[in-house]
């Protein structure tokens, strides 16, 4: 099954093959980054310190 046709079919998504295969282009060209523990322990801390300002 191709990628239109899982769309469709899965999804009830129908899109043109120009949107679809521009889409993929662009994210084969962007890098992926992986959370680090110290990053993740960053945003807890951001995330906490939020929740704080908020409920005071």
């Known amino acids: 099954m191709g ?3 899982l769309s469709t079919t899965k999804f009830q998504l129908l ?14 060209r ?7 523990e110290k990053g993740a322990k960053t945003i807890e801390t951001i995330l906490s310190a939020n929740d704080k300002i908020k409920t005071s």
């Open 30 to 36: 962007k890098r992926v980054y992986k959370l680090t």
């Open 15 to 28: 899109v043109s093959s120009g949107t679809v295969y521009s889409l993929l282009y662009s994210l084969e």
């Open 3 to 5: 990628l239109l046709s």
